[in-house]
């Protein structure tokens, strides 16, 4: 795991450049502060921080083909390394070093950008073709790991950290207002490809880009398919689910350095942990808690199912006192105003695991995404496919759509009486625990950025639930929580909370090939009407206990108190606005620490 920086010039990379690359690797130190590299020929400069996993003593980037007329540097994991790596040395290939970003290379010599086909794991890489003079710069198909660029005068740069690039290459930043604005109303940006940095995007999930003399091109080689294609029974849908999620899981623990999963109580963190004691190998939980008694504190079922296990258990505790720095600490290492409360406690606990000794960490992240884990947004799917199956019924002609409407009416009639479905479908719905205060903030919000004057009731970051195919209104949702939510929100925080303390972050149940299988399942053979995660229950019964299976679903959240007290205290820097909230200010110090960068000079 790593942090990456790259430049591409038109015409000649300069000593500037060189020296930026240097100082943009001193600034991710926390990413890799095992070693680091820096490597350029005329055209393009790469450097890299390296935390190291795999590969200990022989991984060092830049990494070089046998000729190396090939150089790469990435930031991630090729969880199925050991099998590319024996096929390609069967090829005739010789490898360099022991790390399992070399694949990537030779697969390259093989294949060519289709080498991104054969790639299992969580990755952004730029690998830099010196006979072809072409830049190839991809990120993983779910979006663990991140990759900005922007098209600068004279060439192109990358980099792992917006900041990097803003400091460094930036000298006029534009601001994309509904880009802001987005995550203080709803947690996460919306849009894939831009940032609130007009000038800076982000290669997007699944994605990948070629820049050479002729310009930067961007292509698109992964998009998950919610085909309900799957025409086999549900017992053998089962069994491929539980093969893959074994499968996931074994290559996810390759590691040379300790590894441990985090074991909250809840069904996805056990299954990871349950799965992994399976494979034989030795495995550490570490499960956290706050002192005191908190509904969200799950320590007395984690305890107990690792005892039952036989896992080597681990246990933090928290108190308000953890959370001393931990809003400050946590702004200096976010890029973006991704505004989830939970990463207050997630940041104070990688600390603290830190100290354990554990480099890596395998975490339960996708499991409600995948398998229909909210209750919440399971009821509003179904309020939304009932609002516009009535609203089909409108207008009515002839007598055919009158007796329809007359059964609809029949059959949904407590719902249409009490308030017309079971949940409100409105601008409400999504985020609806941050609608009023981002309301009040905007109201009158307001601020000058770079010279430009900018109000948030400008901002049209309406979303929209007509967009979908009429009754495929459950996946439509949960479509918007795995690419927006999960990804842009959770993901990106589980980089940056865990690389901010030098811990990588695993998400076996986000494998690629889970994620399709999974996703090739037809709806009603994986949901039941208010039973979250039935399908991922079914699949676990007897490897998961039934006190953790049927067990109310609890979050990990903050004392509520630390929230109002970040908030209440804080003094805004850059806006304007009578109200402040957790997200708005959140959003303030990032800006404010922006701003305060622009006078590097080079």
Not at 219 to 237: D, I, P
Not at 284 to 308: L, M, N, P, S, W
Not at 460 to 473: G, L, Q, R
């Amino acid at each position: 795991m790593c942090g990456i920086s790259s430049i591409y010039r038109y015409s000649k990379v300069t000593e500037s450049d060189i020296t930026k690359l240097h100082v943009m690797n001193d600034e991710m130190h926390y990413r890799g502060p095992d070693d680091r590299g820096v490597w350029n020929d005329d055209h393009c400069g790469l450097a890299q921080v390296r935390l190291s996993i795999i590969g200990l003593q022989k991984g060092k980037q830049p990494l070089f083909n046998e000729d190396k007329s090939l150089v790469l540097i990435c930031n991630g994991e090729i969880y199925n390394y050991i099998e590319i790596k024996k096929d390609l040395i069967a090829k005739g290939h010789v490898f360099n070093s022991e790390s399992d970003s070399e694949t990537i290379l030779h697969l390259y010599e093989e294949y060519g950008v289709n080498c991104l086909e054969h790639l299992r794991g969580m990755f952004a890489f730029c690998l830099w073709d010196t006979k072809q003079k072409q830049l190839f710069a991809a990120r993983d198909r779910i979006g663990e790991k991140t990759l900005y660029y922007a098209q600068i005068p004279g060439g192109v740069v990358f980099s792992t950290e917006l900041k990097a690039i803003l400091k460094f290459y930036i000298d006029k930043p534009q601001i994309n207002l509904e880009t802001l604005a987005e995550p203080i109303r709803y947690t996460s940006p919306l849009n894939p490809k831009d940032t609130y940095i007009d000038q800076i995007k982000r290669i997007e999930p699944g994605q990948y880009i070629l820049v050479d003399d002729k310009g930067l091109l961007q292509f698109k080689y992964w998009k998950r398919n919610l085909s309900g294609t799957f025409s086999g029974t549900f017992e053998q849908a089962k069994v491929e689910t539980l093969r893959l999620m074994r499968e996931s899981i074994d290559i996810s623990l390759r590691s040379d350095v300790p590894i441990a999963v985090m074991l909250s109580g809840g069904i996805d963190s056990s299954a990871i942990a349950a799965l992994a004691k399976e494979t034989g190998r030795e495995v550490h939980t570490i499960t956290a808690g706050y002192k005191g008694q908190f509904d969200c504190d799950e320590r007395d079922v984690a305890r107990r199912f690792a005892q039952e296990k036989g896992f080597i258990y681990h246990e933090v505790e928290m108190d308000e006192s953890d959370f001393k720095d931990c809003f400050d600490e946590l702004t200096l290492h976010l890029d973006e105003p991704i505004t989830d409360i939970a990463a207050l406690p997630q940041w104070a606990l990688y600390k603290k695991v830190k100290s354990l000794g554990f480099k890596v960490l395998l975490g339960g992240m996708g499991g409600d995404e995948l398998f229909y884990g909210y209750d919440y947004w399971n009821r509003f799917a179904e309020s939304l496919t009932l609002h516009r199956r009535h609203q089909d019924l409108f207008p009515w002609k002839g007598m055919e759509k009158k007796k329809a409407y007359i059964r609809f009416v029949l059959q949904n009639f407590k719902y249409i009486m009490f308030a017309g479905y079971p949940l409100k479908i409105a601008d409400t719905s999504i985020g609806h625990w941050t609608y009023n205060d981002y309301r009040k903030f905007a109201r009158n919000a307001s601020f000058e950025y770079n010279g430009e004057q900018f109000s948030f009731n400008d901002a049209d970051i309406h979303f929209s639930f007509e967009n979908t195919k009429f009754d495929n209104e459950l996946d439509f949702v949960y479509d918007f929580l795995f690419s927006k939510t999960m990804t842009m929100a959770y993901l990106y925080l589980s980089d940056r909370l865990g690389m901010g303390n030098s811990t990588e972050i695993r998400s076996p149940l986000l494998d690629y090939k889970l994620v399709e299988f999974v996703s090739s399942l037809p709806v009603e053979m994986k949901y039941r009407k208010g039973q979250p995660k039935f399908f991922m229950k079914e699949v676990l019964k007897g490897i998961v206990p039934d006190y953790i299976l049927n067990a109310p679903k609890r979050g990990f959240t903050p004392p509520g108190s630390f929230v109002e007290d970040v908030a209440e205290k804080y003094t805004y820097q850059v806006f304007k606005s009578d109200f402040k909230f957790y997200n708005s200010v959140l959003a303030d110090k990032l800006l404010s620490l922006n701003k305060a960068k622009f006078s590097t000079d080079f």
